[in-house]
């Protein structure tokens, strides 16, 4: 079946230091794949998508490129804040481009960015 | 963006009772909702997929007279756990579409004792 993998967290990192979480997927198809965001006390936010191979989704100076020969959606960040404190889970869906159905979730990877 | 609204946030009840999560569209309409379960250290399990005015379609290996869910309006998805069991403890959260994305609920931390 479908699976996402993402590295373990927690991960700490110290203010402007470079952010990465590895996410790599199974699937049967030709899967969009996403990064979600969970601030503390929030529900699941949409931090970026791809839908297709080579495609990189960027949004907030997080950026992740959709590697179908790896088949990998590493999230990166060149300098990380302490408001990017968070859990982030990287994500499948097979269904819709939108990804709004049936998502397939890694286990999540929580941040803690410390001054 | 669309708001989701999930209430309560966290529930402590005790086994044999049942425990009502209410999922709430607060600004558009939603005629599917999802629902989620996720395991400490583990992925979110999508459990079911809650249909406004029909019945929901449950994923494989959900119990769906354990997990009870009515959707009777465009705007409330309800999850009812029924004689609740501390193996039923988990984090479940729902989403909901719009515009072809999905918006979150912020959770509930379900504690059963």
């Known amino acids: 079946g479908d699976s996402v993998t993402q590295m373990e967290g927690p991960v700490t990192l110290s203010e402007e230091a470079f952010l990465t979480i590895n996410c790599t997927y199974t699937a049967t198809g030709y899967p969009s794949l996403f990064w979600y965001v969970q601030y503390p006390g929030e529900g699941l936010q949409l931090l970026l998508k791809?839908?297709?191979?080579?495609d990189k989704g960027s949004n907030k100076g997080f950026e992740a490129t959709y590697r179908k020969e790896t088949t990998s959606f590493h999230l990166e960040k060149g300098s990380v804040q302490v408001s990017d404190s968070a859990v982030y889970f990287c994500a499948l869906s097979l269904l819709f481009t939108g990804g709004g159905n049936k998502l397939t979730f890694g286990t999540g990877t929580q941040l803690k960015v410390e001054l | 963006g669309a708001v989701v609204s999930q209430h309560p946030s966290r529930v402590i009840c005790k086994s044999g009772t049942s425990v009502k999560i209410e999922c709430r569209s607060l600004d558009f309409q939603a005629t599917t909702m999802f629902w989620y379960r996720q395991f400490p250290k583990q992925s979110l399990m999508l459990m079911a997929t809650?249909?406004?005015?029909?019945?929901?379609?449950?994923e494989q290996g959900v119990e769906k007279d354990k997990f009870l869910i009515n959707h009777a309006s465009l705007t409330l998805s309800t999850l009812t756990v029924t004689s609740a069991h501390p193996e039923d403890s988990s984090f479940y959260i729902c989403s909901a579409n719009y515009y072809s994305e999905a918006f979150f609920g912020q959770g509930t931390r379900l504690t059963v004792v």
């Open positions: 791809a839908t297709k191979a080579d």
């Open positions: 809650s249909n406004e005015g029909s019945k929901a379609t449950y």
